[in-house]
């Protein structure tokens, strides 16, 4: 689990006809003080799949680009993870909750392209649920659009399963809810 040194390792799943190497995927958890890190990764995100999220770039350049703004977005959300693929950085991912109802959720999940299909979106997921369970949430949920198959695929893989349609102030159409109970012991009886 990320905030650990141990990554987990992973071989890519598709060589795409290429001899490739077997590369190690770590994961850090980041604190407000590894801000530039952060930015570095998100304004990549926001840049190359302004479709996947709601959050834009154009928020996050000009005035809305300053330090302060992206160590109170890392001091706000508690967990929030950043991905190497041999030794590069290459991906992200953010947990929040558990809410009163026991939900946590996850959000912001980016792969770098030259990094997907290589198990870090399987890292990623697997780290925020390994987070949330420990934090005592009940259920992982998540927002995607109903469009994205590349995540959809992921997280079907990953347990999620499809729980409505959320409308988009937009108008565009409903994104996909999508949740995953998470495991829990039992309480020993006192
Ligand atoms: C969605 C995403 C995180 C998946 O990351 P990943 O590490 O490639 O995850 P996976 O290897 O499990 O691939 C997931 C799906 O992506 C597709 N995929 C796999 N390799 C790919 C590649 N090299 N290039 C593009 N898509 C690829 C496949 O459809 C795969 O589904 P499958 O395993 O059923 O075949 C990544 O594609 C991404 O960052 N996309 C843009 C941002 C985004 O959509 N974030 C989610 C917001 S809710």
Redesign the pocket.
């Known amino acids: 689990m990320a905030g650990r040194s141990g990554g987990t390792t992973a071989g890519p ?2 060589a795409s006809g290429l001899l490739s190497t077997r590369q190690e995927v770590t994961l850090l958890r980041l604190q407000p003080g590894q801000w530039r890190r952060w930015r570095e990764l998100r304004l990549a ?1 926001l840049a190359e ?1 302004p479709h ?2 709601c959050t834009r770039l154009s928020d996050w350049q000009g005035d809305g680009d300053t330090e302060d703004r992206w160590r109170s977005r890392l001091a706000e959300v508690p967990c929030n993870l950043a991905a190497n693929l041999g030794g590069r950085p290459c991906g992200m991912v953010s947990g929040t909750g558990p809410d009163s109802h026991g939900d946590a959720e996850l959000l912001s ?3 770098a ?1 030259d990094a ?7 890292a990623l997921v697997e780290a925020v649920a390994g987070w949330a369970e420990a934090e005592g949430a009940m259920v992982l949920v ?1 927002t ?1 659009r109903a469009t ?4 959809i ?2 997280y079907r ?1 990953h347990g999620f399963a499809d729980a409505g349609s959320v409308t988009r102030p937009d108008g565009e159409p409903a994104d996909l809810r999508m949740t995953r109970p998470l495991a829990h012991p039992v309480p020993r009886p006192s």
């Open positions: 799943k598709r995100a799949s996947a999220f999940l980016w792969v392209p997907r299909g290589r198990g870090v979106g399987d998540l995607v994205n198959a590349a995540a695929s992921l893989r």
